[in-house]
């Protein structure tokens, strides 16, 4: 197949190249996914010996911002995506001249920032936690009367694993709390008195035909995920309705790829979404062996245009992440009956870094 021809109907043939924004762990497993289906991918990061350059066919070694590079990588792939959401859009838009670039500037956009992305939410309905914008510390002040204490304070853009939050407890300095930040605008969230953390992940393809997982359930320590099980253990009831939230999300946005929606459920019962991440989530992981077509197979099937893989689980699951010396354990967890370990080549082990994860499988209904 020849370069730069990806059409916005027909499949993408085996032997082409999918070109991946950024070389973290989630570059790696779709990678990986690619080639099982026979494609090749090209990535694009400022790393170097990244991890998901280790099993690509080619990298480029460039800032998000060299044109002259950027130019050269559209010229070498097919198809664009992305394995997170922080790329520079001018970035994307110059992509999106020379090579279909999926899910898009759109939807880019849309999850960049927080207040848009809340927005954007709200504006379709759905129940989002209470926020408020703020771009100074005086705003702040006038928000948190509004909004209340306790109450969280994160930054609009580029936040990730609890990096740009800031707790606003009862005897916080807002002054204090604003420089922590390290932001020139945010965005003030209510505390919610909850009961479980869910996400779900659809997929969309080329046609607009979705693919949802079941939801589960995400528990955190120290802002990081820490365990998703799989399935949630809530009612079918509310188990559709998260999964019709994120469908709902996912053709607003009119994506090609895929979604994942952090949501809350509050002890009163109601659902109310966090957050959103339209590329492959750390707590999809688990479709990786629980299902017949785990989260980075279906991206790669949703970006190149394939019909879209069974999203039904053979088993339910147990996904632990393995943070900083977590990974240690690596050859018990590679013994243990059950385990299926995934390491992320990362040559450094550092407090809060993400190493690999663990994923314990059991019979349905059984775990």
């Not at 999850?111 to 100074?136: C, H, M, W």
Request: charged content about 20%; proline content about 5%; some cysteine.
């Amino acid at each position: 197949m020849s370069r730069n021809t990806a059409s916005a109907t027909a499949p993408l043939a085996p032997g082409s190249t999918i070109g991946i924004l950024g070389g973290g762990q989630l570059g790696r497993m779709t990678a990986m996914a690619a080639a099982q289906l026979g494609y090749r991918c090209h990535i694009f990061a400022p790393e170097t010996d990244c991890p998901a350059a280790q099993v690509s066919a080619a990298a480029t070694i460039a800032a998000y911002e060299d044109r002259d590079a950027l130019a050269a990588f559209a010229a070498a792939v097919d198809v664009v995506t992305f394995e997170f959401e922080n790329v520079p859009h001018e970035s994307v838009e110059l992509l999106s001249r020379a090579v279909p670039v999926r899910p898009g500037w759109d939807a880019l956009r849309i999850s960049q920032d927080r207040g848009v992305e809340k927005d954007f939410i709200a504006g379709l309905g759905i129940a989002t936690t209470p926020y408020a914008r703020a771009g100074s510390v005086g705003e702040l002040r006038d928000v948190v009367e509004t909004l209340g204490r306790p109450s969280v304070l994160k930054t609009t853009r580029m936040g990730y694993d609890g990096k740009g939050q800031v707790l606003i407890g009862p005897d916080s300095d807002l002054d204090e709390a604003w420089v922590q930040m390290a932001s020139g605008t945010g965005i003030l969230e209510a505390f919610v008195d909850l009961e479980k953390e869910l996400s779900v992940i659809v997929a969309r393809g080329l046609d607009g035909a979705l693919a949802t997982y079941p939801a589960v359930e995400n528990v955190h320590r120290n802002h990081i995920l820490h365990t998703t099980t799989a399935p949630a253990a809530i009612s079918e009831a509310l188990a559709a309705e998260a999964q019709g939230v994120a469908e709902r999300i996912a053709q607003a946005m009119d994506l090609t790829g895929l979604l994942a929606v952090e949501m809350f459920v509050t002890r009163d019962g109601r659902l109310l979404v966090n957050e959103i991440a339209p590329r492959p989530h750390n707590s999809g992981h688990w479709t990786m062996d629980a299902c017949v077509c785990g989260q980075f197979e279906q991206l790669v099937r949703a970006v190149c245009g394939l019909p879209l893989g069974s999203t039904v689980p053979h088993s339910d699951a147990v996904m632990t992440n393995l943070i900083g010396d977590d990974v240690n354990a690596w050859a018990a967890l590679a013994a243990e009956p059950g385990a299926c370990l995934h390491l992320y080549g990362k040559a450094e082990t550092r407090p809060g870094r993400k190493m690999g994860h663990v994923t314990r499988l059991t019979p349905k209904g059984k775990g």
